[in-house]
């Protein structure tokens, strides 16, 4: 189980992101970083590039460990610069207080 990253539409192969396995990838909205579950359950970022039709892949580096819910669809979102994330814990983690502030 790997990450690729593949053009679409049109020509051309897979691009391999990570390296020791991952699920679950998705896009910074900027296209600079590709966020992606790895198999020991961190969170991964690669840092990658267009260069015209040619996706470059930079550093992959963990953001933080997870402890995640697995129960279909993905276990997490990240915002759109990428530095805040959501993340759906295991229900066998302790209930933990959380406060939301809006406005």
């Known amino acids: 189980m790997e990450v690729y990253a593949v053009p679409f539409?049109?020509?051309?192969?897979k691009r391999q992101i990570s390296t020791g396995g991952g699920c679950q990838p998705t896009w910074r909205r900027d296209a600079k970083e590709i966020f992606y579950l790895a198999l020991d359950n961190k969170l991964m970022a690669a840092e990658v590039?267009?260069?015209?039709s040619n996706l470059e892949v930079g550093a992959v580096n963990p953001l933080f460990e997870t402890r995640l819910f697995r129960?279909?669809?993905?276990?997490y979102d990240a915002a759109a610069d990428g530095q805040r994330f959501v993340v759906n814990y295991s229900p066998e983690q302790p209930a933990a207080a959380i406060t939301l502030v809006v406005n």
């Open 9 to 13: 539409p049109g020509p051309g192969g």
């Open 71 to 75: 129960g279909g669809g993905w276990s």
């Open 49 to 52: 590039k267009m260069t015209g």
